[in-house]
């Protein structure tokens, strides 16, 4: 059996050979050398384990995790309000005819004159007598700030935080707040529980991560008199919401086989989708903010009921020359999968005797070479533009005329077709001009939105624009996503992935800023921000090497030499020699059937 093994392990050591003819580009050994799949073919690449996982880890908690993640913007919504003045009720006067007689004028962020949302005049209108005379005379009076209270519009909202806490005119920004004290502690967490995935292993932080999610939201509900304990609670859940996706994504993908990887992120990004779709139907249905919070954070902790299948990658664990650990592991998917995985720790030594253990440097690695560092440095932007422009949509949304749950579930809905035509273009024509083009098209699409967004005629105009731009978006998450996911080495990809998040959480904190200035100031100041980021993420798109049909770099050094033949001009071919089999078959037989499929 130890000869077959290091027969087939020498042949997929040698498959860079037969690609020596490859029209396209030439290709590094160390893109298409890897050992490790004839391992994991021997337990089982393409099984039950990977079915199961996929559904429960990989989709089931992204669906889970994108409403205790994203819940809470819908739950801040702050609807539209003014001043509560007391006397309407000795009138026979309707509310708008109250609102004209009580509040002054003021300019919205389209220009337009309304009533005032935080000023009333200064008068006691339950002693008034003769409205008409004040009616003539009230431009002379002086304004104050409201004094019993605000009026909630309830058209759409039973209750949400906001309004039973009333934080709005003086306390305006700290809704705002929140949303930044979220992405302050997803750069911390990033930073922190990155490097721990890579240190530590990806099941430690994944088990850290639902606990702290779970918690953190759950103990958000209870706090919501106390601000100080509100932002606590929603910083803890920011500490591990990253690596809550990011662990089992990692883990799904380094035990599948290289075909199976862009349909492992689409697992994830379908999972989250549906999450967020049905999450505004659920807020519309129930209407109040704390059972709707409930709800949509309980399902989190729920998956701790699988931990039993929970398991360490054992890729990661050959990476830490862990061997004994790892053909646990091995044997845990073999088991699932009707498999007998036999090869003995000393023969798995043997195996990888040849390669070096690398010391790494935390983050510093990543930068060690010209091409790894210009590769990170593109996918942080990448992902820069990505997260400040998705957060922009889902937060405006929200605020855009009309049923902000309809306008949610849109920028939501998009998102499942979206990941399709993502994971066939990346499939297809290579994630790099998939990435590309989605960018660019973003930027023309945000001209026509800043020529017309001040026009209400055009507001179903804006809406659709909007919901297009988050379509692209959502493909470009797709694909930026699978791109690191494929750029980084084992040894380092979690602690990849968590600075592109890092980085695009630290340019995240201006998303509700963003928000902001388009809702109060002027409503086109966001889209001249974000027309300008996808441009130049555009550009830098391109010169990102094609990860399409290479395998996933194992150190530092293959990390460094990732992309160094690829042709600019070109899009990416499946090398001939990875379409064809290995010559002991029958010891390694393949588990490929289409009913076991991830």
Not at 363 to 387: D, K, P, Q, Y
Not at 461 to 471: D, G, P, Q, R
Request: some cysteine; overall charge neutral.
């Amino acid at each position: 059996m130890k000869d077959k093994l290091e027969e087939v392990v020498a042949n997929s050591r040698k498959l860079s050979t037969a690609a020596g003819s490859f029209s396209e580009m030439d290709l590094d050994e160390s893109e298409l050398n890897d050992p490790f799949q004839a391992l994991m073919e021997k337990a089982g690449n393409h099984g039950r384990y990977q079915t199961l996982y996929n559904y429960v880890f990989v989709a089931g908690l992204a669906f889970a995790g994108a409403m205790v993640y994203m819940n809470i913007i819908l739950a801040l919504n702050i609807p539209d309000h003014w001043c509560t003045v007391p006397g309407r009720e000795r009138t026979n006067l309707t509310m708008n005819q109250w609102r004209d007689l009580t509040l002054p004028k003021q300019t919205d962020n389209r220009g337009k004159e309304t009533h005032s949302t935080c000023e009333m005049y200064d008068a006691n209108f339950t002693e008034l007598t003769d409205f008409s005379a004040w009616s003539s005379s009230r431009s002379k009076n002086q304004t104050t700030a409201c004094q019993h209270g605000w009026t909630y519009d309830q058209t759409w909202y039973d209750s949400t935080i906001p309004t039973d806490q009333d934080w709005v005119c003086a306390k305006d920004l700290f809704v705002t707040n929140v949303f930044v004290v979220g992405r302050v502690t997803e750069v911390v967490g990033s930073f922190i529980f990155g490097q721990m995935g890579d240190s530590f292993g990806r099941s430690v932080v994944y088990y850290i991560s639902v606990v702290f999610c779970s918690v953190g939201r759950l103990g958000s509900v209870l706090c919501t008199s106390s601000y100080t304990w509100f932002l606590i609670m929603s910083g803890i859940v920011g500490l591990t919401v990253n690596s809550l996706f990011q662990s089992p994504q990692i883990i799904g993908m380094e035990i599948s086989r290289e075909e199976d990887r862009s349909r492992i992120a689409f697992f994830q990004s379908v999972g989250w989708s549906v999450g967020t779709t049905l999450m505004p139907l659920l807020y519309w249905w129930l209407r109040h903010w704390e059972s709707f919070m409930w709800l949509t954070s309980v399902p989190t902790a729920t998956v701790l009921l699988f931990s039993k299948y929970v398991i360490e990658s054992p890729r990661w664990l050959i990476s830490k020359r862990r061997f004994r650990e790892a053909i646990v592991q091995f044997k845990k998917i073999a088991k699932i999968n009707g498999r007998t995985f036999d090869v003995t720790e000393k023969e798995l030594t043997e195996i990888y005797s040849l390669d070096k253990h690398e010391v790494t440097y935390g983050m510093a690695s990543l930068f060690a070479g010209w091409r790894l560092a210009r590769n990170t440095t593109i996918m942080g932007f990448s992902w820069c533009v990505v997260a400040v422009s998705y957060f922009t949509l889902v937060l405006f949304s929200s605020r855009m005329a009309g049923n902000p749950f309809l306008n949610f579930l849109y920028q939501s809905i998009v998102e499942i077709p979206a990941y399709m035509v993502g994971k066939y273009m990346g499939d297809k024509y290579g994630r790099r001009f998939t990435n590309s083009v989605s960018f660019l098209i973003s930027f023309f699409t945000c001209l026509p939105i800043i020529a017309y967004a001040t026009d209400e005629r055009f507001e179903w105009l804006m809406i659709y624009l909007a919901t297009f731009i988050k379509f692209l978006n959502a493909l470009t998450f797709f694909t930026a996503n699978l791109q690191c996911l494929e750029i980084y080495p084992t040894c380092m990809r979690q602690t990849g992935i968590a600075l592109g998040t890092i980085l695009a959480n630290a340019i995240g904190v201006l998303a509700p800023y963003l928000v902001y200035l388009g809702t109060t100031v002027n409503i086109r100041a966001p889209y001249y921000i974000l027309g300008t980021l996808f441009l130049l993420g555009g550009i830098g798109a391109l010169f990102l090497p094609e990860t399409l049909h290479k395998k996933l770099p194992d150190t530092i050094e293959e990390a460094k030499n990732f992309g160094r033949h690829d042709k600019f001009f070109s899009l990416p071919k499946a090398p001939p020699a990875l379409n064809k089999k290995t010559a002991t078959e029958p010891e390694l037989t393949k588990l490929n059937q289409p009913s076991f499929a991830p």
